[in-house]
């Protein structure tokens, strides 16, 4: 049975707004949630940053919702305070937490002052923060020294079913490499023959028969000219290749590439429509492609007819379709 989940976008939204939004698309029929972590938004238009942590569990409590939240463990956040925050949530909510591992963007790492590594150095300590989290699930005391330190740490309080660790992956590269340790891969929307090989590799990897989640970037609005505007406001400093995406510093940074950007270039990475059967059928197009949870990130600014025109005209013909 395929999940369709609200994306509650910390940097766009107040967390108190959010935990509203996900409580209204609860009710508009949505059947789970994702969030981001940063701390810092992707553009100084977007100004907020709410801390995801804090929010997850209020957002866990007002619902009955499944959450995962992609989070870069080994710079702004030592691997063993992450498996704790994470052990804690699933002794709450048993069988509704998971959490999304990347190596992260230098946007929100260099805030503790460290050296940005290369992303070969990144893999491998995201690799090591994913073994020692696991380890302190298993009940070990855990002292390790490599691209990460940890020194005689014991979790107390641990799950009895311990969340998914859901790698991230934006190219066929990674998604192979992840299918090789992760419990299932989550990645980004794009055109679909780019999207299917990133399937495929993840699957080549060692993910075949895991669980794969998709974010799926759009922006709906009723007037198509106001979804577009929507999403060139708030998105167009999104569209640049990964490599490029982890390497910007601040905000600002972002900003100034993205005036560059045009909106056709915007809607090659963001479904713009207003048309509910054309969502429907990408949303199924999506779904062929073997992925259990489709999560929902209408990046313009108006959230609440996004959450009552999907909830009435789009996800009951997806979910009659498919489940």
Same mark, same amino acid.
């Given at each position: 049975m395929i999940k369709i989940g609200y994306h509650a976008s910390h940097e766009q939204f107040k967390p108190s707004e959010l935990l509203s939004r996900i409580q209204?698309?609860?009710q508009a029929g949505f059947t789970a949630g994702t969030c981001s972590d940063h701390f810092h938004p992707w553009s100084d238009k977007q100004g907020e940053s709410g801390? &995801?942590?804090s929010w997850l569990g209020a957002a866990l409590q007002a619902t009955s919702l499944s959450f995962g939240v992609v989070n870069a463990p080994?710079? #702004?956040?030592?691997? *063993?305070?992450i498996a704790?925050?994470? *052990?804690?949530? &699933?002794d709450m909510f048993p069988e509704r937490f998971w959490i999304a591992v990347g190596t992260g963007q230098y946007l929100n790492e260099h805030i503790n002052g460290e050296r940005w590594p290369s992303k070969a150095d990144r893999n491998t300590r995201l690799k090591e923060c994913v073994d020692i989290m696991r380890a302190l699930w298993n009940g070990e005391t855990v002292t390790h020294r490599g691209l990460v330190t940890v020194d005689d740490a014991l979790l107390y309080t641990r799950p009895h079913i311990k969340p998914l660790i859901v790698g991230a992956a934006v190219t066929s590269k990674t998604a192979e490499w992840v299918g090789s340790w992760a419990d299932a891969l989550i990645t980004t929307s794009r055109p679909i023959d780019e999207l299917r090989q990133v399937v495929?590799?993840? #699957?080549?990897? %060692? %993910? !075949?028969?895991?669980p794969m989640f998709?974010?799926?970037? @759009? !922006?709906? *609005?009723?007037? @198509?000219e106001q979804a577009r505007q929507g999403a060139y406001d708030q998105w167009r400093g999104n569209v640049f290749p990964n490599s490029v995406m982890t390497e910007l510093r601040m905000p600002s940074y972002f900003d100034d590439a993205a005036s560059?950007?045009?909106?056709?270039a915007v809607e090659k990475f963001v479904h713009v429509s207003a048309d509910h059967n054309q969502y429907v059928d990408w949303l199924l197009?999506?779904?062929s492609l073997g992925f259990e949870q489709l999560s929902l990130h209408n990046v313009n600014l108006e959230q609440q007819a996004f959450i009552d025109d999907f909830g009435t005209h789009v996800l009951p013909h997806v979910f009659k379709h498919v489940n």
């Open positions: 209204q698309a609860e801390f &995801a942590w080994g710079q #702004r956040y030592n691997p *063993a305070i704790q925050a994470a *052990a804690t949530l &699933a495929d590799a993840f #699957r080549q990897g %060692g %993910g !075949s028969g895991k998709l974010k799926v970037q @759009l !922006s709906y *609005a009723s007037d @198509l560059m950007v045009d909106v056709a197009e999506y779904q």
